[in-house]
Nanobody, 129 residues
Framework: QVQLVESGGGLVQAGGSLRLSCAAS????????MGWFRQAPGKEREFVAVISWSGGSTYYADYADSVKGRFTISRDNEKNTIYLKMNTLKPEDTAVYYC???????????????????WGQGTQVTVSS
């Protein structure tokens, strides 16, 4: 089992920034690809970003087209934590953001919900115009 707890959400004006954190506990965090998803009211949960696991110093990341160039995902295996730095936020970024863990091959960057075995409870991000 992997337990995930998100934090860092809140209310921000358009153009502003936020950094989300996801603290993991339980099984070996460093052997999981870690992703961020989001769900806006009335919409399906969608992929935002993912960072692979490595076993070394090289990681791979992937992003949804809607956030490329604005969001950055990172991980700190010593702290069992991943981050999502969100810049130039837009009202359409408003959603509940979920952290998730995916077992799988080294360097793989899964972007589909069914590839993730563990989920956090989510943190609300609201961007005002």
């Amino acid at each position: 089992q992997v337990q995930l707890v998100e934090s860092g959400g809140g209310l921000v004006q358009a153009g502003g920034s936020l950094r989300l954190s996801c603290a993991a506990s339980g099984r070996t965090f460093s052997n999981y690809a870690m992703g961020w998803f989001r769900q806006a009211p009335g919409k399906e949960r969608e992929f935002v970003a993912v960072i692979s696991w490595s076993g070394g110093s090289t990681y791979y990341a992937d992003y949804a087209d809607s956030v490329k160039g604005r969001f950055t995902i990172s991980r700190d295996n010593e702290k069992n934590t991943i981050y999502l730095k969100m810049n130039t936020l837009k009202p359409e970024d408003t959603a509940v953001y979920y952290c998730a863990a995916s077992p799988g091959s080294r360097w793989y960057t899964p972007n589909r919900l069914y590839e993730y075995a563990y989920w956090g409870q989510g943190t609300q991000v609201t961007v005002s115009s």
